[in-house]
């Protein structure tokens, strides 16, 4: 089973920017559908973002729309998710993970393969 590493997270103020990074080994993430989702103290996991396998279609969350881009590297193996606009309300554990073969439509309820550990995002002034 592959594995998936996140980097890129810290602290922000308002307004602020970040690229998140989701490595993978043991796996070839241009074959796989790979969503990023995010979980807030107290509150429930929630899918963020996803780039399906094979075409590159995209798709995010209403609340990221406009402010948040998914895109692939094949040569590196690598997703990111490029985070503008950061709202305090964007403070979360951001994760990555892999589907294989998986179309990203309704990404929030597929069946994903992989997961990496997190890494924190805080945006505070």
């Known amino acids: 089973q592959g594995q998936l590493v996140e980097s890129g997270g810290g602290s922000v103020q308002p307004g602020g920017s970040l690229r998140l990074s989701c490595a993978a080994s043991?796996?070839?993430?241009?074959?796989?559908?790979v969503g990023w989702f995010r979980q807030a103290p107290g509150k429930e996991r929630e899918g963020v973002s996803c780039?399906?396998?094979?075409?590159?279609?995209?798709y995010y969350v209403d609340s990221v729309k406009g402010r948040f881009t998914i895109s692939r590297d094949n040569a590196k193996n690598t997703v990111y998710l490029q985070m503008n606009s950061l709202q305090p309300e964007d403070t979360a554990v951001y994760y990555c993970?892999?589907?294989?073969?998986?179309?990203?439509?309704?990404?929030?309820?597929?069946?994903?393969?992989?997961w990496g550990q997190g890494t924190q995002v805080t945006v505070s002034s």
């Open positions: 993970a892999a589907a294989y073969q998986a179309m990203c439509v309704m990404f929030w309820n597929l069946d994903f393969d992989s």
């Open positions: 043991g796996l070839t993430l241009q074959n796989y559908g």
């Open positions: 780039i399906s396998a094979h075409d590159g279609s995209e």
